[in-house]
Every structure is written in structure tokens, then in C-alpha cells.
């Protein structure tokens, strides 16, 4: 299954880049913007691991990791970060909903190794975008 990773491949290359997961966790985009230009959760994904965030994912195909094992770990990350609230509920439910959309998404819609990096809801591959081309994903 092709599932997004934090990497620190191609970090710097803006000068607002930060990675603070761990390099090669399992990350998502993030369903709440706080839309403070400053705080950098536009840009951000988040590892389900260490909590800790980064400006870069990258695309890989984890043929060990199906579809009831990201949900499993989803629903686990968000539990432990405080997004969900106990017991399952429909508001727990659309949270999970919505960031399993969005990340499922960012992985099927980029190739294997792309580098990308968030702009609020639109995913922008990074390599391309450091040769003048590219192109994005809405997620």
C-alpha cells in the first residue's frame, strides 16, 4: 500500500523547512489548519509515531502495511495526540473520516519517492517545483 513517510530528503530547501518527526514514520496531513501563517500547521504533516511534525513527506509503497493497519495506526496516533475523545462517537468518526481521505489521497496520487510538501489543503511535489514544473494534489 502506498502510504506517506516523514523524510528529510530535500529538507532546506525552503527556508521555512522543519523536521521534527522521525525520518521514514508513518505521517498524515492534518485535518485542522489554526490558520496562523506563524504556527506552520498549513504546511505540516504530522507523525503518528513521535506526535512531532515536518514540512516533508515522502510517497512509498509498503506492500507490509494494508489498509486495516493504517487505520489501526490512524486511529491510534490520533488517540494518543488528544484528537479523539474516548469511546468511538460520530465526531471521533468524522476525524478519522477526514484525514484517512486526505492521507489516502496524498499517496495515491503522487508516484513512488516523490518528496511533497503541504500548502494547506493542496500537496505540491517538491523536486518538480525546484525545476519551475510541477504539479498538485488537493488533499
Known amino acids: 500500500m502506498k502510504v506517506l513517510i516523514a523524510t528529510t530528503r530535500t529538507q532546506g530547501a525552503s527556508a521555512a523547512d522543519y523536521a521534527w518527526a522521525l525520518d ?9 489548519d489554526c490558520g496562523t501563517p506563524e504556527c506552520g500547521c498549513g504546511r505540516s504533516f504530522v507523525g503518528m509515531a513521535s506526535a512531532c511534525s515536518t514540512t516533508t513527506a515522502m510517497v512509498v509503497d509498503r506492500p507490509d502495511i494494508g489498509e486495516a493497519d493504517l487505520s489501526v495506526a490512524l486511529v491510534d496516533a490520533l488517540h494518543r495526540q488528544g484528537w479523539l475523545d474516548d469511546g468511538w462517537t460520530a465526531a471521533n468518526e468524522a476525524v478519522v473520516d477526514a484525514i484517512w481521505d486526505r492521507m ?36
Not at 521514514?24 to 485542522?32: D, R
Open 24 to 32: 521514514g514514520e508513518l505521517v498524515y496531513p492534518p485535518a485542522v
Open 104 to 139: 489516502i489521497a496524498a499517496a495515491e496520487g503522487f508516484e513512488e519517492g516523490t518528496v511533497l510538501e503541504r500548502r494547506g489543503d493542496v500537496l505540491v511535489e517538491r523536486s518538480a517545483e525546484a525545476a519551475g514544473v510541477g504539479r498538485s494534489v488537493s488533499c
